[in-house]
């Protein structure tokens, strides 16, 4: 029998996957030598006659389960990036058992006993990170149920196994409306689209075997036809198919799965000792409470919502002008608010797209890296998860830093969205280990032999990613637990949002947005324009984002509803939503809620790290150089490189001096002057 890629030692450049050896079929054994090897491992751990140490019981905690982590970081991503009927029936088989597995680690008896130990007499010669794991681990160990008994122990461990069910259905079901929905175009329903935008749409229907062009709910390709089809009624078409994912019946509708989630965390939240799942879940986040966040959305909502409505009564005279007589919808915005910015700071995303090729982003992503950190990144060839992604080794001088995979573009088997993960993180409990991360987006495909044309949205996402990556990459901390991204969720954008400053700086521009065709530099008069149009539209962006925070936050801080959508109703009557603006991501497709509980009770987290990314790019304009090396020397140490080593305000407040306020917020969304 051949031997197991997935079990083997990986001889590939840097200890990557190697993804031409490895079928879905070795997936299922794999997991189960992993979960034998994880099971007898913590056996050992919680049943060693010696006393606990940190040594015997903490870090042997940290070392266990190997196995199962190299073989999962395989798989979890490619349920992500390639999911296949078969990749996603392995994922429904294994989410509740590893989600069981986890369960019955953190509420092994014995296991906690050691750990509580450890907690109730720390050594006092733990260093300073040691001290936190001790702590982040016995936190860990409480928070899944470690301190109960009997029913409520078994209860538990059913509810987080039913979570991961749920969870993992809602995200296909997504996924299975993505692939399954498309808008045909014919030559006459072209009009107002950019040559590109009709590339996109007729590469699209080549990969889903299809005649001609269409418009598919990959928001790299819907977004640029509902800002430039002048076809209102294909424009309400696919605006409602996009809003509508997930809530539509039949088989892949999530709105049972809504509800049973929002109960079982309920639930969770009560076994717990918490009277609801938000007040549980923001206990560990530098928020702390609800009230804590419902303030901050509210003092952003109301410069925000004067904002839209003034830009709204703007775009309804554009109308108007335009000799029609309907009122401002939805579908509308997006299309209206393009020919404003175009009136107002002669600029559209056509003219710019030339000047924001994929691989000059990615050359500018790199560059900012290395003027901050002294980063370099060299191409490596080896065989990767898909043969669009690409990987780069990184280095600090002479030092190995760790593996970069990009993978960029839209298909049918990859979730919708921008995210960053790893196949492997940095560690050096046991010798130096270096990271694998991987960024993945969703930008338009351009057919073959063209360049691929961002927006500058995309720009600024994938400058985000990098972000993300590079915390991990640049992680410098003893224990994994504790490296790279591994910090509270209300904290963990801000390296991402931070990088994004980078993007919008002359020095970057003028050197990195080179035109397609001709290789010239963006003109000095469009950069100019450019910035002077970084924020417009602030007023729709954050009205739409502030709306899906408080939804997510209303939906968790109370009692389960029993009709979820009547409480989305309510709360966006309550803070008076504009008629002619819907919530970036609807209940029945809020991935970042319903996916999993990552962001649930926690999609506020973008903005409470923007009051710190605003103030932390501050802190280098200050100096009057954005690569201020000494500045940079502080933002790696305590930030980057930090990694969850200490509590993340006093991260923050190591770089900057203090924490910041909402003011850097509104400042930086240009909403400090709406009314």
């Known amino acids: 029998m051949t031997a197991n890629p997935l079990l083997a030692h990986w001889t590939t450049p840097f200890g990557l996957p190697p993804f031409d050896a490895i079928e879905t079929a070795h997936f299922a054994p794999a997991f189960e030598t992993a979960l034998t090897e994880a099971r007898?491992?913590?056996?050992?751990?919680?049943?060693?006659?010696?006393?606990?140490?940190?040594?015997?019981?903490?870090?042997?905690?940290?070392?266990?389960?190997?196995?199962?982590?190299?073989?999962?970081?395989?798989?979890?991503?490619?349920?992500?990036?390639?999911?296949?009927?078969?990749?996603?029936?392995?994922?429904?088989?294994?989410?509740?058992?590893?989600?069981?597995?986890?369960?019955?680690?953190?509420?092994?008896?014995?296991?906690?006993?050691?750990?509580?130990?450890l907690m109730e007499d720390p050594d006092p010669a733990l260093t300073a990170e040691q001290r936190r794991v001790l702590e982040l681990t016995h936190r860990r160990f409480v928070r899944a149920g470690a301190k109960l008994e009997g029913e409520d122990r078994d209860r538990l461990a059913a509810i987080m196994a039913r979570l991961a069910e749920l969870g993992t259905a809602f995200m296909q079901n997504v996924l299975a409306e993505e692939r399954d929905w498309a808008l045909?175009?014919?030559?006459?329903?072209?009009?107002?689209?950019?040559?590109?935008?009709?590339?996109?749409?007729?590469?699209?229907?080549?990969?889903?075997?299809?005649?001609?062009?269409?418009?598919?709910?990959?928001?790299?390709?819907?977004?640029?036809?509902?800002?430039?089809?002048?076809?209102?009624d294909l424009r309400e078409q696919a605006f409602r198919a996009w809003t509508s994912r997930g809530a539509n019946g039949g088989a892949h509708d999530n709105g049972e799965i809504v509800t049973e989630t929002l109960a079982l965390r309920e639930e969770r939240a009560h076994l717990l000792g918490h009277d609801h799942f938000a007040e549980f879940k923001l206990a560990t986040e530098m928020a702390k409470t609800p009230?804590?966040?419902?303030?901050?959305?509210?003092?952003?909502?109301?410069?925000?919502?004067?904002?839209?409505?003034?830009?709204?009564?703007a775009l309804g005279e554009l109308i108007t002008e335009g000799g029609q007589n309907h009122v401002l919808r939805p579908w509308d915005w997006r299309h209206y608010s393009?020919?404003?910015?175009?009136?107002?700071?002669?600029?559209?995303?056509?003219?710019?797209?030339?000047?924001?090729?994929?691989?000059r982003i990615i050359e500018a992503a790199f560059h900012v890296a290395g003027r901050l950190f002294g980063l370099s990144?060299?191409?490596?060839?080896?065989?990767?998860?898909?043969?669009?992604?690409?990987?780069?080794?990184?280095?600090?001088?002479?030092?190995?830093?760790?593996?970069?995979?990009?993978?960029?573009?839209?298909?049918?088997?990859?979730?919708?969205?921008?995210?960053?993960?790893?196949?492997?993180?940095?560690?050096?409990?046991?010798?130096?280990?270096r990271p694998l991360v991987v960024n993945v987006c969703n930008f338009a495909k351009p057919p073959a032999?063209?360049?691929?044309?961002?927006?500058w949205d995309d720009a600024r996402t994938l400058f985000h990613e990098f972000g993300h990556a590079l915390h991990v990459l640049m992680s410098d901390v003893t224990y994994s637990s504790v490296s790279g991204t591994s910090v509270a969720r209300d904290f963990v954008e801000l390296p991402s949002q931070l990088y994004e400053h980078w993007l919008a700086t002359p020095e970057v521009l003028s050197e990195f947005a080179t035109h397609a065709e001709t290789g010239a530099p963006m003109p000095r008069d469009l950069l100019d324009r450019l910035l002077a149009a970084e924020n417009?539209?602030?007023?729709?962006?954050?009205?739409?984002?502030?709306?899906?925070?408080?939804v997510d936050l209303d939906l968790h801080d109370g009692p389960a509803p029993a009709d979820p959508m009547a409480v989305q109703a309510a709360t966006l009557e309550r803070i008076g939503m504009p008629e002619a603006i819907v919530m970036r991501h609807a209940t029945p497709h809020f991935a970042h809620v319903f996916a999993g509980d990552g962001y649930s009770s926690g999609y506020y987290s973008y903005m409470w790290s923007e009051m710190m990314d605003a103030d932390a790019f501050a802190a280098f304009e200050e100096t009057g150089d954005v690569f201020d090396p000494e500045t940079a020397?502080?933002?790696?140490?305590?930030?980057?490189?930090?990694?969850?080593?200490?509590?993340?305000?006093?991260l923050y407040t190591a770089f900057r001096g203090r924490m910041p306020g909402v003011e850097a917020l509104l400042k930086g969304r240009g909403l400090d002057q709406a009314a």
């Open 40 to 117: 007898a491992t913590i056996a050992a751990i919680a049943e060693d006659p010696a006393a606990p140490s940190f040594a015997n019981t903490i870090e042997a905690l940290e070392r266990s389960g190997a196995t199962l982590e190299k073989v999962g970081g395989v798989f979890w991503n490619l349920t992500g990036t390639n999911a296949t009927p078969e990749i996603e029936a392995l994922q429904r088989d294994l989410a509740p058992k590893m989600a069981a597995f986890h369960s019955e680690v953190m509420m092994n008896a014995a296991l906690f006993a050691r750990v509580d130990t």
């Open 184 to 232: 045909p175009l014919t030559d006459s329903d072209l009009d107002g689209l950019p040559q590109d935008v009709i590339a996109a749409a007729k590469a699209a229907a080549e990969e889903r075997g299809m005649e001609g062009q269409i418009i598919t709910l990959s928001r790299s390709l819907i977004v640029p036809f509902l800002q430039y089809s002048t076809r209102r």
């Open 633 to 650: 020397a502080k933002l790696a140490e305590h930030i980057y490189s930090a990694g969850g080593r200490a509590e993340e305000a006093e």
């Open 291 to 313: 009230a804590a966040v419902r303030e901050l959305l509210m003092a952003v909502w109301a410069p925000a919502r004067a904002q839209a409505e003034a830009d709204a009564e």
């Open 449 to 455: 032999g063209q360049p691929a044309l961002l927006t």
């Open 338 to 359: 393009e020919i404003r910015r175009k009136q107002l700071h002669d600029l559209d995303e056509a003219t710019l797209k030339p000047y924001l090729q994929l691989d």
């Open 536 to 550: 417009y539209d602030q007023g729709f962006s954050t009205v739409e984002f502030v709306a899906s925070a408080l």
């Open 377 to 433: 990144f060299q191409p490596v060839e080896a065989a990767l998860h898909h043969p669009d992604a690409r990987a780069w080794e990184v280095r600090k001088g002479e030092r190995h830093m760790g593996v970069f995979v990009g993978d960029y573009f839209n298909r049918g088997t990859k979730r919708s969205g921008a995210w960053c993960s790893r196949f492997r993180p940095q560690s050096a409990l046991d010798g130096e280990v």
